[in-house]
């Protein structure tokens, strides 16, 4: 039985992963759930914190966006299977240039995430969303405390990994604006795929991820 953890991406809950279909004759399907950061708490200290809720020797680990920085840092302090990734990055030199900007200038400490207790302004920012498809994911997020969203900001701005770790799987939409795939190199290209495939293009998961998996 292969043990398969899904990581969701910022402030987002497990239902993300609600329409994703594992064979339970082959898969044992868990998730890893976001901790609120303790202060100026270090990327690698909160995965080692995460590593609480992995039960499971050598498992398969999936991460969707900030998930799939989340993920490599797991591969980084535990042996897993597989290291698979879902419109992310495998290092910073993946990022568009507005984030390399960002990192320099600081810009996006301006950005007022005391406002993000407000659901809607938690879609527009971290999806991408137009307004009239907000409510259709509302039900999608479970973090919207400040002190999370200001740490996931500057932590993923700040993500010092240049070179990427080996056996990552990379799996990237063709359409994401959040991650741009011009910037992205050695992936899985999924056609029309968004930075939130994960959820309205989950046929395609559920036909090709198993044999990812395995192979």
Known sequence: MTQVYFMPGMAASDLIFENIRLDKEFFEVHFIHWLIPEKDEPLRNYATRLLTQIKHENPVIIGVSFGGIIVQEIAKQISVNKTIIISSVKNNKEFPRRMH??????????????????????????FGLAPKRLDLYKKFLSVNDKRYLDWALDTIVNWNQEESIENVIHIHGDNDRIF????????????????????????????????????
Do not use: Q
């Open 180 to 215: 741009p795939l011009k910037y992205i190199g050695g992936a899985t290209i999924v056609p029309g795929g968004t930075h939130i495939m994960i959820i309205n293009r989950f046929r395609w998961f559920n036909d090709n991820l198993p044999e990812i998996i395995l192979r």
């Open 101 to 126: 900007f960002s990192k320099k200038t600081g810009a996006h400490k301006i950005v007022p995430t005391s406002l993000f207790e407000n659901l809607e302004s938690i879609l527009k920012y971290s």
